[in-house]
């Protein structure tokens, strides 16, 4: 059985016996019942399970943008589940990028002003340097081209890239996406996915992603089935 005393060393971002109710009353939920996890550097995981069994709430919670009722979560060894607001979003910052279905660019912006605002909310960067930044991210989705085009005037398939390069914004080791490819068709999916794959690949990134396609899935590194709020062993 997993416990404290063994965080993999190697694992960026981990969960303990990680267990979740949603709801009130007759429509509490026990939605995740214990659950364990390590993600690697450099490694494409891929979470499947069918609709409900826990996938986004477990997202949520590594992603700190929830609490668990009870159990860990470890950055890099550290214990995040309990940690003050300031450090859990200090954390997060640093540490974490997102992706999710619907790509939800600010639409009256750039690509590369999209890019820019988590290097913005970080405020480490002159503007110079945030732009440069955005120009290598946007190049390296394949939108070099795209860069001062407006969110609005890109197709879903380009949005949901400059997505994928607004994630990777501050340099995160770990990417967080939760069907990233759940509103592309088949050919922008795999330019999507290929993308997911090759920057974990190239940049040590761990890539914890929730997918409904099987034949993605079967494409990365792990592939974890969630059931019922509980990996399958
Ligand atoms: N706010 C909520 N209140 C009550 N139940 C919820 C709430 N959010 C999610 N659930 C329930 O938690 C379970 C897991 O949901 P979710 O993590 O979204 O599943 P998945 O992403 O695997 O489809 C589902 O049964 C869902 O109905
Ligand atoms: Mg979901």
Known sequence: MS???????????????????LGKDENRTHVLRGVDFDAHAGKTHAIVGPSGCGKSSLLYLLGMLDRPDSGEIYIRGTPMARANDN?????????????????????????????????????????SAMRKRAIELLDA????DKVNRLAT?????????????????????????????????ARNSNIAFDLLSKLSHERS?????????PELASRCDRVLRMLDGEFLK
């Open 87 to 127: 450090e859990r979003t200090s954390a997060r910052n640093e540490h974490l990028g997102f992706v999710f279905q619907f790509h939800v660019l600010l639409p009256e912006l750039t690509a590369a002003e999209n890019v820019m605002m988590p290097m913005r909310k970080r405020d480490q960067l002159g503007e």
């Open 3 to 21: 416990n404290e005393t063994d965080i993999g060393k190697d694992s960026i971002l981990s969960c303990r016996k990680l267990v979740r109710f």
């Open 153 to 185: 005037h890109l197709s879903g398939g380009e949005q949901q890239r400059v997505a994928i390069a607004r994630a990777l914004a501050n340099e995160p080791p770990v990417l967080l996406a939760d069907e990233p490819t759940g509103n592309l068709d």
């Open 205 to 213: 990134i761990a890539v914890v992603m929730v997918t409904h396609n």
């Open 141 to 144: 989705v394949g939108l070099g």
